[in-house]
């Protein structure tokens, strides 16, 4: 038995954040200075992610590793699952790692709105006032008006809309299944419907091992580890303690990006974050008082 379940699962959950930023920013490299095709990239990661995801599955849960009470939902959770991927590479092909991840801050935003709408949870002016502020962050980091503004951007907002509605979708519980099943069907959409680009892309390829190892690790390793260390996160902590730690990607994504290139974040993401965060933790903060 641990002796701090709580600890162990925010320490799963820091992990799981790392291993993400990892896949975010291995796939960025990838696709700028080896010229890998994104959607080749992406579905690459889909079939490396889905193979680790049924080996791990399989050593957690046996053979029967698929059989679920719940496929419909694994289903469609997996079909939103792979929509994140594919929108948030995309984005990443275009745009900073710290102005992708920033914009999908506003992912707790779009939850409040959703779980309003389709799930008639209430909403006061608090969080009314917070959800505001939260897109005013958002739009900073945005700027419409200055040069450095990329269409992209708005696809990193349709990542952020996937990362929300997988929020709502997981609120109808799959916590009756086994963490092997819970694996097997992260990717398994993805990996279905992106695999056969791989046999009709002409994509270049790593020239060499070590580049090779990375290209295989964003979706085998950094990519399923995440997945797989989030879920287990959620089974020792409660997800009101963990949400707010999902901010230090920031840290780890900007760290990244001056290591791709040599940048650093802009004052237009900086203070937008500043704005994003400080609103996330204010909106986690009134779910908590209205849980006590």
């Not at 650093?264 to 937008?272: D, I, K, R």
Request: proline residues 4%; contains cysteine; aromatic residues 16%.
């Amino acid at each position: 038995m641990l002796r701090n379940p709580l600890l162990f699962g925010i320490f799963l959950f820091l992990l799981a954040n790392i291993g993400f930023a990892l896949t975010d920013a291995s796939a960025k490299w990838l696709m700028q200075a080896l010229g890998i095709l994104p959607f080749y990239m992406i579905a690459f990661r889909f079939l490396t992610g889905q193979i680790s995801s049924m080996v791990i599955g399989a050593a957690l849960a046996g053979p029967r590793v698929w059989q679920t009470s719940s496929p419909w939902l694994h289903i469609v959770r997996s079909a939103i699952m792979a929509s994140t991927t594919l929108t948030n590479f995309w984005a990443v092909y275009y745009l900073d790692l710290t102005t992708t991840i920033t914009i999908m801050f506003s992912a707790p935003f779009m939850v409040t709105i959703m779980a309003w709408l389709f799930l008639g949870e209430k909403v006061g002016i608090h969080r009314i006032i917070t959800v505001g502020m939260g897109f005013v962050g958002v739009l900073v980091v945005i700027n419409p008006s200055n040069t450095t503004f990329h269409w992209a951007m708005f696809i990193s907002i349709g990542t952020a809309f996937a990362i929300a509605a997988l929020s709502i979708i997981t609120r109808y519980g799959t916590t009756q299944d086994t963490l092997g099943t819970q694996a097997f069907y992260t990717t398994l959409v993805g990996a279905v419907i992106c695999s056969p680009f791989l046999f009709v892309l002409d994509s270049p390829l790593p020239p060499s091992i070590w580049e090779w190892f990375i290209f295989v690790s964003v979706g085998a390793i950094f990519g399923t580890g995440g997945h797989f260390l989030n879920v287990a996160a959620h089974r020792f902590a409660p997800a009101a303690v963990l949400a707010p730690i999902i901010y230090t990607q920031i840290i780890w994504m900007a760290l990244a990006q001056y290591l791709i290139d040599g940048r650093l974040p802009g004052w237009n993401t900086l203070f937008g974050a500043l704005i994003i965060i400080s609103s996330g933790l204010y909106l986690w903060y009134r779910s908590r008082l209205n849980q006590a």
